[in-house]
């Protein structure tokens, strides 16, 4: 495993594994696309509007396609990975599930 297969767990306060951060506690946070559609880990969504990456001095198209995402527990904020920029946060209000 390499660096990027761990995973910061803001609950336990401990680096895990990649696929066993602890998902959203039940009852907790719903986090809905630009369009109202309710997002869960491992969903598939599309830029609304291009977005300037702070730091990366990148712009990020309409219409790009972002795999795998992860909810980060904030109503409004999706963690996910991209080519080329890593540690990646996306808000909700930009993308709209596929």
């Known amino acids: 495993m390499s660096d990027e297969d761990f995973v910061y767990d803001e ?3 401990e680096w895990v594994p990649g696929g066993s951060a602890s998902p959203a506690p039940s009852g907790g946070v719903e986090v809905r696309d630009a369009v ?3 997002l869960a880990d ?3 969504v599309t830029l609304i509007k291009d977005l300037k ?3 990366a001095g990148q712009t990020l198209k ?4 972002i795999k795998s ?3 980060t527990g904030d109503e409004q904020e999706i963690d996910c990975r991209y080519e080329g920029i890593k540690g990646l946060v996306l808000r ?3 993308v709209r599930k596929r």
């Open 92 to 94: 909700a209000e930009f």
């Open 62 to 65: 309409r219409g790009t396609l």
């Open 69 to 71: 995402i992860r909810l």
């Open 53 to 55: 990456v702070k730091g």
């Open 11 to 13: 609950t336990t306060g």
């Open 36 to 38: 109202g559609n309710l």
């Open 42 to 44: 491992g969903d598939q």
